[in-house]
């Protein structure tokens, strides 16, 4: 709860996206649809490597991983949004509202150091395939996995306590469809430069750091890939690496538009940004980047009952 003055902020009201009652149906259809599909897709692709000896190797136990941080990186968004369309009074608690936020931005950290993690896992695949299997073991992949989790709810823990002592005084109308920083921020009566800077000085960090990171990892893996002699192997190559990268440009392009770049002043030009890296790209990750893989997919028959062979 926050207290100033003569106001106490006991609860933030989301706008989300506004219109007819027929409007928020459709969207709120649309909505459920791509969310029972990321769950579906998700969690198949954790029951396959799983339940699939094949598939215990520390790339796709990184896929596996990737598919349970998804499974909950959706669920700490999605059904508040679909709430907020059926709801009319769209309200969210004090502390709700914060705790949601802090376990949206962890989760978004968390998935920013998986991708490098899996981006140096195509590195050592491909740039250094004899000393693989000694460097990558499934204890080092499991070490890797903990630190990735454990920094990613680091990150944001006490800039988010630092965020939730704020004062909110003038208005609790949050004009997004989360609870997001920039917004919070905004409703603030007292100026918050220092809360300001941190945010965006980890918002950079998070960002640009990981993006010269990957690029770096893949400028080695296209050299690597180019040497390769077989034609089938440069295109068994291209493909794992060229999903992996699909994935970084959509959330990575994502991300910056929203969080790095000025922030738009269109209120719904920035909730349309914000689908992108909290419904779309979890919705895609199964498509792009895992059920394209032979392996995965005979798996994933397996899984459903469907003979592979």
């Known amino acids: 709860m926050n207290k100033s003055g003569a106001h106490t902020v006991t609860e933030f009201v989301i706008l989300g996206f506004t219109g007819s009652w027929e409007t928020r149906i459709l969207l709120f259809s649309l909505f459920f649809i791509i969310y029972i599909l990321t769950m579906a897709g998700n969690g198949a692709i954790m029951c396959a490597v799983r339940w699939d000896q094949r598939l215990h190797t520390p790339m796709y136990i990184l896929l596996g991983n990737f598919a349970f941080l998804e499974f909950w990186y959706i669920n700490s968004t999605v059904p508040s949004i679909l709430g907020n369309l059926l709801s009319e009074t769209k309200t969210i608690s004090f502390p709700g509202c914060f705790i949601q936020f802090y376990f949206f931005s962890s989760l978004a950290a968390t998935e920013i150091i998986f991708l490098c993690i899996m981006a140096y896992d195509r590195y050592l695949a491909i740039c250094r395939p004899l000393h693989y299997p000694t460097i990558m073991t499934l204890k080092h992949c499991c070490t890797l ?139 895609l990750n199964p498509l792009i980047y895992s059920l394209r893989n032979k392996e995965m997919k005979a798996a994933l028959r397996k899984v459903i009952g469907i003979d592979s062979e």
């Open 145 to 283: 996995m903990s630190v990735c989790w454990v920094l990613g709810f680091l990150v944001f823990f006490l800039s988010t306590i630092q965020l939730s002592q704020l004062s909110f005084c003038d208005s609790n109308i949050i004009d997004h469809i989360i609870c997001d920083r920039d917004v919070l921020i905004a409703l603030s009566c007292v100026p918050a430069p220092n809360t300001e800077i941190l945010f965006s000085l980890l918002s950079c960090l998070l960002t640009f750091l990981p993006i010269l990171y990957i690029l770096g990892t893949y400028i080695l893996l296209l050299k690597a890939v180019l040497q390769v002699p077989s034609a089938v192997g440069r295109r068994k190559a291209f493909s794992t690496c060229g999903s992996h990268l699909a994935i970084v440009c959509l959330f990575f392009g994502s991300l910056m538009i929203m969080y790095v770049s000025p922030t738009s002043e269109n209120s719904e030009v920035q909730k349309i940004i914000s689908l992108l890296y909290i419904v779309v790209t979890p919705c």
